[in-house]
């Protein structure tokens, strides 16, 4: 009796641990009914010195559905965006620039240092040493862990455009559905208020009527701090604590470096894109730490391609196989690139939401419910965003232009289902299987079985293969 006591409660304690893995997986499952999609641009921005964000609107039923945000930084040449933590994990894809950025991982070593005095214009001379500086261009996907604080710096000479998932129901995130930025320097409040519609602060431009935000907070978090102790707990004059505090600061969140930021970094080599090496065997559990763990990886690159057709386009998925602390952020990316009038094979997400940007061209977007209903059959252009929930079936057809866009996705290892192709689930069903479930004769379900040799991408106007034998 005490064994099945024991036992019982073992299990109790995992049930409810198991459930609170995601504290609003049931509210966000609420959200789900969704009778009418629609493409998505945004619909508000908040302005600094060396740049803007743009945000799409969390409040909309797709991000409640999907229990995501999505923002768009805009970071000017010799622009940094300020150090900051947020509660949601980040999947970051740079559409356009090149630049360096940083994570700072509790407990991780200062591996980058100099041998040699670094000279500043005041004619002082310093040594310094810091947390590791990963490099970053276009096409990359950058990921950065919940409650990590991280900042980005523009040392190109285009702009940054850089495209941010936040996944706000992710496990990691115990406070509420929605994001928030903690800033550790700089004063937002206080910079240039110029968003699209209306001009309200960076901390209050976010807030609904239902009192959520995405952003919160007019300041940094020394400012909650008071003077005296912060001089204390770093040891340092109060005129210098008080920097930290930067009450008189009106350079927003995305500040201008003049004299360009002075860091310790290694070079940035041509061959970076490529991967570094392919290790075989079984890993050991040594190969990486937190503190070493590869945080960014191009997706751009068709020779890396999952799925290739040269009349069709090409795609490529991102997930815990390639980027290993994907696993930990629960999060994937597919990038897709479709030619002139290309299709792809209509399909459906078996264990995630989506979340596709598009970011050259357009094409024609169908996404069919459970109950057969199309919730969305539209064009989608450059800049729009269009949600794609669990399991709800979709078919794109590029236009005239041709099409490319990046899709997030909210598992590690998000996995399709076509419902047509070489691979497809129509393909695995038996022939008799499909002419008595659609009432057809054999021929023409051999034809609706056979006839795209192709995977996913198809290519337009393909021609109907020519019939074999048919098995009684």
């Not at 400012?223 to 707990?233: C, I, K, N, P, R």
């Not at 952020?329 to 997400?349: C, F, K, M, T």
């Not at 290892?413 to 419902?419: P, S, V, Y």
């Amino acid at each position: 009796m005490a064994k099945f006591l024991s036992l019982s409660l073992t299990f109790l304690v995992v049930f409810h641990g198991c459930l609170a893995l995601r504290p609003f997986q049931q509210q966000q499952q609420d959200q789900c009914q969704i009778q009418r999609i629609n493409a998505l641009e945004p619909n508000e921005r908040v302005q600094s010195e060396a740049g803007w964000t743009d945000f799409f609107d969390s409040s909309n039923q797709q991000f409640q559905c999907a229990g995501v945000e999505v923002i768009r930084h805009h970071i000017q040449p010799q622009g940094l965006l300020l150090p900051s933590y947020i509660n949601t994990p980040l999947m970051v894809y740079i559409l356009q620039g090149r630049g360096y950025q940083g994570t700072m991982m509790p407990g991780c070593a200062e591996t980058f240092q100099s041998s040699q005095q670094l000279q500043e214009g005041s004619g002082s001379s310093f040594q310094d040493r810091h947390q590791k500086i990963r490099h970053f261009q276009q096409g990359d996907v950058v990921v950065i862990p919940a409650g990590a604080a991280h900042w980005m710096y523009n040392d190109g000479q285009e702009e940054i455009i850089a495209v941010t998932l936040l996944d706000s129901t992710n496990s990691a995130n115990q406070l509420d559905q929605f994001h928030r930025r903690f800033f550790l320097a700089g004063n937002p409040q206080q910079g240039q208020q110029q968003q699209q519609q209306g001009g309200r602060s960076w901390g209050r431009s976010q807030k609904r009527q239902s009192g959520q935000s995405q952003e919160e907070g007019a300041g940094n978090i020394f400012q909650g701090f008071d003077l005296e102790m912060l001089a204390e707990v770093f040891n340092v004059d109060q005129e210098t604590a008080e920097k930290l505090q930067s009450p008189q600061d009106n350079r927003g969140h995305i500040v201008k470096v003049e004299r360009g930021l002075q860091v310790i970094r290694p070079p940035m080599r041509s061959e970076q894109r490529q991967e570094q090496s392919r290790r075989g065997g079984a890993a050991n559990g040594l190969e990486e730490t937190i503190c070493s763990a590869k945080m960014t990886h191009n997706i751009d690159d068709p020779s890396r391609a999952d799925f290739y057709n040269t009349q069709a386009g090409w795609c490529n998925n991102l997930n815990s196989f390639k980027l290993p602390i994907l696993q930990m952020l629960q999060l994937s990316a597919e990038r897709g690139v479709l030619h002139r009038n290309a299709i792809v094979s209509p399909y459906w997400i078996m264990n995630a939401h989506g979340i596709l940007y598009v970011t050259r061209g357009n094409m024609r977007m169908q996404i069919v419910n459970h109950e057969g209903q199309t919730v969305f059959n539209d064009q989608i252009q450059e800049g729009q965003l269009v949600v794609v929930p669990q399991n709800f079936a979709v078919v794109k057809k590029a236009g005239e232009q041709g099409c490319e866009w990046i899709s997030f996705r909210t598992n590690d290892n998000a996995m399709i289902n076509t419902l047509a192709g070489h691979t497809s689930a129509m393909r695995a069903l038996p022939l008799n299987v499909i002419a008595n479930a659609y009432q057809m004769s054999p021929e023409q379900a051999w034809d609706l079985k056979f006839s795209r040799k192709e995977t996913v991408m198809f290519s337009p106007m393909t021609s109907r293969s020519s019939r074999r034998g048919i098995e009684a």
